[in-house]
């Protein structure tokens, strides 16, 4: 009895006590809140309904923008019903807005090496079948993974933490949710400094978590629009991974593997929310702690870029709107004529017979012969390839014979007899027809096939063509996929539902999928994303195929598989390269997906020519290769829109240094090609010439980016992220960790107010070439005449190579180092050098035949030695010599005399040897001074000084 007199009594306290107490207590500050009406037209009404909690701020100035007014309590989730090793279940008990939520639910954490695993989600859904290689990886650091309750509440949550005990997830925000189409979790996280997540234009490197933002990621046909303060569009590929910058510096990387319509939305607890409206949630936390080390640890997960062929690095020329071969020859010819470095001219829709895949046009005869004789000057061929196939001519008709699959109906009865019956070979198939740019209507090909037919026949499309016209890469474009027009039909009223479907109503045979009835819960699930509420009257399948379409032979909708459609397609692709040319070469793919980088580069889509996409280009090369797509560039000049000379002259001296390094132009628009304007090709000429004599740099960058999982192209944070300022610096960038470029992005411009992270740094400008730069802040003159403003690193040694007109030319060059002294400290650096274009059996880059030399350089007052030691070096490559040293900062007179090749006498070219002691220049040169092919393995160069 007095037992229960005591409970009661303890509950009577409770709820006297707490409950005036608990209502305010569940109110949340406005900077850490969780949207429970993410979707537009929150209510009062509606939001209460939902279990959450409404409080309008609309009169608080103070409340960050985009704050919402109606939240989750932090009480909000799924109960932990047991936990048993690593294996937690979840039980649901609060409301899910968009369905009931999955009970039980599985929670499973693993550790793979240094990265830590966490699985949210029951063995039944789906996950992408991405064949990730998850090879472990190492760190110094260790992540913990503990589970907890929110307060009293029973409410599940996680930390994922470092051995210091900072905590890089929290989940005891609340809001977490597990329906069959509504996923969500959040998370406070340690720091504001957010980097990645993507595809999308940023105008800041670093996210903006003063204020709520919400990225949409969903694969669409859409340029960039750097023109607006904020655009949060989601474009052409899909990136769930972001990097963060620890109060101490450190970082880590977080990425959640999930293909469906998703969405991030960042805020400034700070904290953000991942929501998804399907599969489940593979989460991968890398603990860095540099950040290079994160994503090594992330390409290790997902898997290592490719090695492009070396001419693939070449400067490439391209234009939408050539009206024939004719046009092509005269543009390529002037800029060659202009002294223009070009490795590849590229050919886009305009090749094609009517837009059809693997055919040429009427305006295209002399085509063949012409790739020959770009052969003979040693340039290279690439030609754009979209995904949809028109469906009556060869190319289908060989893909049915291969027993090829399509995205097609998941039923007869949806299947748009009107249209579908016009075609003899797709008339009794349920190949769901769309239309791009061929003159009647397409089919899809389903490259998730898991027979691998459609792949098969794929590469044999391009082994075909191949045999008239001897391409060496592969452009793919419109993978998206992009489907023009695609419309909805109403099921309710049968003869609306006809006439929508039928073509000799409708204008063109255009694409319609259903938007009400049993048919439509795919096209519309009770939350569809921002992707869709950004753009009014859309829908899931706005821009592409319905939502209901069957991929993966039949066994998947594409509402699970449309992100993975252009990572599909490039993984085909890639692997017909070899089979098709039987050289290694380039994938360059429009739509992209975690892991897209093991298969192909990537260019930054239809950007405009405006100062604007110009300056959100250094942000978007940056991020790419956050992603694992180091092979990245943005359409020099500008796409869309007419470009001018000053903005074309200024993208060029950037683009030079974007590892894909093209310049592409719209339909329509005035020329652009470099050689148009004599100041345009003059600075092409310039920056060019400098890419090309660091090439050899830039390749070694790709390998170790191959080999190990790097970036190429890095922020400035990665390599100093304890400097605050370099945490924002979003206008210049580095090459590896030792070149650093500054250029100018705006109109007018004439120095660039670039930042130089306290370290040694030298100018590479001509006007100020070898000159120490002062850390800080600096203003660098940045001429339209001259180079860009770019430097290299004391402490580090780069390769490269006199620079020829083209790579194949450049090659033959002897090579030179340039060693960048820093004080106290040895300098080092690699050369990577093979075949340029053989092939990596089995993709294994650990046994492709390479000369890979690691380079040191010790100084001290009596003198120097530079040494060189051959790691994997294969006797089946032949290298040019290495004739020149120059080293920068060099502080001492050597004596030119006491010069020894392992204890030999060199003897200098006294003609290009010099130290100059103003300058601190030094450079030693010699014909044929250092042999690095393989049967030599070592060498060392010493000198001293002048007493
Ligand atoms: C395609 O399927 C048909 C019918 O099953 C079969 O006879 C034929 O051999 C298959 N062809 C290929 C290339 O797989
Ligand atoms: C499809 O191709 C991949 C890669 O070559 C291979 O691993 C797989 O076994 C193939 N699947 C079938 C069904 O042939
Ligand atoms: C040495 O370097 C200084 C500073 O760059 C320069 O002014 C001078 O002309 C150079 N001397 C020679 C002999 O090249």
């Given at each position: 009895m007095?037992g229960k007199?005591v ?7 409770f709820?006297?006590n707490f ?9 949340v ?7 429970c009406?993410p ?10 309904a ?6 309008n701020?609309?009169?608080?100035p103070s409340a960050p ?7 989750y309590?932090t009480?909000?989730?799924f ?5 048993n ?6 039980e649901?008990t609060t ?8 009970s039980?639910?599985?929670?499973k954490?693993?550790?793979n090496?240094a990265?830590?695993?966490?699985t949210?989600g029951?063995?039944?859904r789906?996950?992408?079948?991405i064949?990730?290689?998850?090879a ?12 907890g309750i929110?307060?009293?509440?029973g409410?599940f949550s996680?930390?994922?933490s ?9 989940t005891s925000?609340g809001?977490m949710q597990f329906?069959?189409k509504?996923i969500?979790?959040a998370?406070?996280l340690p720091s504001?400094n957010i980097?990645g997540f ?5 105008k800041k490197?670093?996210?903006?978590l003063e ?10 046909d859409i340029?960039p629009?750097?023109?607006?303060a904020?655009?949060?569009q989601?474009?052409?590929g899909?990136h ?5 910058i620890e109060s101490?510096?450190k970082?880590?990387?977080?990425f959640?593997l ?7 939305e960042?805020g400034?607890?700070p ?10 949630l ?8 540099t950040p290079?080390q994160?994503?090594q ?10 090695l492009?062929a070396y001419w ?5 020329l391209c234009?939408?709107?050539?009206t024939?071969?004719d046009?092509?020859?005269?543009v390529?010819?002037?800029n060659?004529?202009a ?7 590229i ?7 009517h ?6 046009g009427d305006?295209w005869?002399?085509?063949p012969?012409y ?8 340039l290279?061929l690439i030609l754009?390839?979209d995904p949809a ?14 027993n ?6 998941p039923?007869?009865s949806?299947?748009?007899h009107?249209i579908q019956?016009q075609?003899?070979m797709?008339?009794?198939t349920r190949?769901?027809l769309?239309?791009?740019w061929?003159d009647?209507n397409?089919a ?5 096939d ?8 794929w ?6 063509l191949r045999k ?8 793919i474009?419109?993978n998206?996929p992009?489907n023009f027009?695609t419309?909805?039909y109403?099921?309710?009223s ?7 479907r039928?073509p000799?109503?409708l204008a063109s045979?255009k ?8 048919d439509?819960?795919?096209e519309?699930?009770p939350?569809?994303?921002?992707a869709v509420?950004?753009?009014q009257g859309?829908?899931?399948f706005s ?5 209901l379409?069957k ?8 509402f699970?598989?449309?992100n993975?459609?252009g990572?599909?397609e ?9 089979k098709?040319?039987?050289k290694?070469?380039?994938v360059?793919s429009?739509?992209?997906f975690?892991?897209?980088g093991?298969y ?5 889509g ?10 959100t280009s250094?942000?978007?090369?940056m991020e790419?290769n956050?992603?694992g797509?180091?092979?990245v ?6 796409f ?6 000053e ?7 950037f ?10 132009n ?5 020329d652009?090609d470099?050689?148009?304007?004599p100041s345009v090709a003059q600075?092409?000429r ?9 090439i050899?740099?830039?390749y070694?960058?790709?390998y170790s980016?191959?080999r ?12 100093f992220?304890?400097?605050g ?5 979003s206008?210049?960038f ?5 070149l650093?470029?500054?250029?100018a992005?705006y ?5 660039v107010?670039?930042?130089f992270?306290a370290?040694?740094?030298y100018s ?5 070439y ?8 600096n203003?660098v ?11 290299v690193?004391?402490?580090y ?9 083209t790579?194949t030319a ?21 050369l990577?050098y093979d ?8 993709d294994?880059i650990?046994q492709?035949?390479r000369?890979h030399?690691q ?7 009596f ?7 051959c ?5 089946s490559v032949k290298s040019p010599?290495?004739d020149?040293?120059e080293?920068?900062?060099?502080p001492?007179q050597p004596s ?15 003609t290009?040897s010099?130290?100059n ?5 030094l450079?030693?040169?010699s014909k044929g001074?250092i ?9 060392t160069?010493t ?5």
């Open positions: 007095l007199f409970l009661l009594y303890f509950l009577l306290v709820v006297t409950g005036l107490a608990q209502e305010q207590d569940q109110s500050d406005v900077t850490r809140r969780v949207d009406y979707e537009p037209g929150a209510t009062e009404a509606a939001c209460v939902r279990g959450c909690i409404y409080e701020e609309a009169n608080q923008v985009g704050t919402p007014w109606c939240y309590p009480t909000s989730g109960t932990k019903k047991s936990e090793g690593q294996n937690i279940v979840l649901a409301k899910n807005p968009y369905g009931d939520n999955i039980p639910l599985n929670v954490y693993r550790s090496g990265t830590l695993l966490v949210i029951n063995d039944d789906y996950v992408p079948p064949d990730i290689p998850q472990p990886s190492t760190s110094t650091e260790t992540l913990k993974f503990e589970s929110i307060g009293f509440s409410i996680f930390k994922v470092r051995t210091n005990g900072v905590s890089l997830w929290d925000i809001g329906a069959d509504f969500q979790i998370t406070y504001k980097y993507g595809d999308h234009v940023h490197i670093k996210h903006n204020r709520y933002t919400v990225w949409p990621m969903f694969a669409r340029g629009d750097s023109g607006s904020l655009s949060t989601n474009l052409y899909v769930p991974f972001y990097m963060c101490d510096g970082a880590h990387g977080v959640i999930n293909s469906n319509a998703q969405e991030v960042t400034p607890g904290h953000l929310t991942y929501r998804t409206i399907g599969g489940r593979d989460l991968a936390f890398f603990p860095g702690p290079e994160v994503i640890q992330y390409l290790l997960h997902i898997g290592k870029p490719f492009p693939a690095l070449g400067y490439q234009r939408w709107g050539y024939g071969l046009e092509m020859k005269k390529v010819a002037r060659q004529a002294g223009i470095p070009l490795d590849v001219p050919a886009d829709i305009d090749y094609m017979n837009y059809l895949d693997f055919t040429e305006a005869s002399g085509f012969a790739v020959d004789q770009l052969h003979a000057q040693g290279h754009i390839f196939i028109e469906v009556d001519y060869g190319s289908f008709s060989r893909a049915l014979t291969a090829a699959s399509f995205i097609s109906w039923s007869d949806l299947v748009p009107a019956d075609y003899p797709a008339k009794n190949v769901m769309g239309n791009v061929p009647r397409t899809f090909p389903d490259f998730l898991p027979t691998n037919k459609t792949n098969l026949w590469a044999q499309e391009f082994q075909t008239v016209l001897a391409f060496d890469g592969m452009w474009d419109m998206e992009s027009d419309a909805g109403s099921t309710k049968s003869a609306k539902s006809r006439a929508a039928d000799s109503v045979s694409l319609a999928c259903p938007i009400d009835g049993s439509s819960t795919l519309i699930p939350y569809q994303t921002w509420y950004l753009h859309e829908y899931l821009k592409t195929l319905c939502m379409g991929t993966t032979g039949g066994q998947q909708n594409f699970d598989t449309k993975l459609y990572w599909s490039a993984r085909a692709t890639y692997r017909a390269l070899p098709t040319t039987g290694r070469g380039a360059i429009r739509s992209t975690a892991s897209s093991r192909g580069g990537h260019w930054l239809d950007n405009t020519a405006r100062w604007e996409d110009l300056q250094v942000i978007g090369i790419f956050m992603f797509l180091p092979y560039g943005s359409d020099i000049c500008g869309n829109g007419a470009s001018n000379e903005l074309c002259l200024r993208w060029h001296q683009g030079a240094f974007s590892s894909f390094s093209r310049d592409h719209s339909e329509g628009q005035p652009q470099p050689a148009v304007w600075a092409a310039i920056a060019l010439t400098f890419r090309y004599y660091y050899p740099y830039l070694s960058l790709h980016a191959s190990y999982g790097a970036t190429v192209i890095r922020p400035l944070f990665f390599e992220p304890k400097d300022e370099a945490l924002e610096i206008e210049q580095l090459w590896g960790s030792a650093m470029i500054a250029p992005l109109q007018g411009q004439t120095t107010h670039a930042y992270p370290d040694t740094w590479l400008q001509p006007e100020t070898g000159q120490r730069m002062l850390s800080g802040f203003d003159s940045a001429p339209l005449s001259s180079l860009t403003p770019v430097f690193r004391g402490g040694i780069l390769p490269r190579q006199f620079p020829g007109t790579t450049s090659r033959l060059s002897p090579f030179e180092v340039l060693i960048a002294f820093k004080a106290n400290t040895a300098s080092a650096g690699d990577y075949g340029g274009d053989d092939l990596l059996p089995n294994d650990e492709h035949p000369l030399w380079f040191s350089f010790t100084y001290s007052s003198g120097a030695a530079f040494g060189g030691n790691e994997g070096c294969s006797t010599t290495l020149t040293i080293i920068l900062g060099y001492t030119f005399d006491g010069i020894k090749l392992n204890g030999k006498s060199v003897n200098l070219d006294l290009k010099f130290y002691s103003t300058s601190q220049q450079i030693l040169s001074m042999d690095l092919s393989a049967n030599v393995k070592k060498f160069l000198f001293v000084n002048s007493a």
